[in-house]
């Protein structure tokens, strides 16, 4: 079990798409394994390799599915080489009680992004089997939101209005937007507030 620190907003490993994943699955085993811990530990519902520093086609996520399950069920799993199917992006602007959004690289701020109802991802697990992931609402968000990263993208790229300028007001306060920024789950307090 490794721990790997998370990459800030501004690396440039975050801000550049990555690469498929060629090599035999069982030389990322490691990799994946440090992500699924590096996201229990960061309280995380999805991480992609990039947000760790590896610029690699890859997403481990563990998110509950509150429109299939009223409690919540989680369903986790890993997409590798992942490709991503949509409803229609709503234009208007997103909704601040509904439509919250967070990221581990960008740690202890959350601001109201607008997503498609319903996503897809398609790729492949860690024993090359096909895999198919759909969901709407939450779980949706998270899948188009760990695609995002892969795509050289962060969910402050997407912003609009206000809420683009208070991210980038922020980001600016923090001291982050430059490379070489990280934290290590389990090492400093949650930025985000969750109980042990």
Not at 62 to 87: F, K
Not at 145 to 153: A, I, N, P
Not at 178 to 192: A, I, Y
Request: hydrophobic residues 35%.
């Amino acid at each position: 079990m490794a721990i790997l620190p998370i990459r800030i907003v501004g690396d440039p490993v975050l801000h550049e798409p990555t690469q498929p994943v060629t090599q035999p699955l069982s030389e990322i085993a490691e990799l994946v394994s440090d992500m699924y811990d590096t996201m229990d530990t960061a309280n995380g519902v999805g991480l992609a390799a990039n947000q760790v520093g590896v610029g690699l086609r890859l997403f481990v996520y563990d998110c509950p599915d509150y429109d299939a399950d009223p409690d919540g069920a989680r369903r986790r799993g890993e997409v590798i080489n992942p490709t991503l199917e949509t409803s229609e992006i709503p234009e208007t602007m997103p909704d601040p009680d509904d439509d919250e959004e967070g990221c581990l690289s960008v740690p202890g701020e959350q601001f109201p992004t607008g997503r498609a109802h319903w996503a897809k991802v398609t790729g492949v697990d860690l024993n090359g089997d096909p895999v198919e992931i759909e969901g709407t609402g939450f779980f949706a968000r998270m899948l188009q939101h760990e695609v995002g990263h892969l795509d050289g993208f962060l969910y402050t790229d997407v912003l609009i209005g206000r809420n683009a300028r208070a991210a980038k007001k922020i980001i600016k306060r923090s001291g982050w937007g430059v490379p070489g920024l990280s934290w290590t789950p389990g090492t400093v307090e949650d930025p985000f507030g969750h109980d042990d």
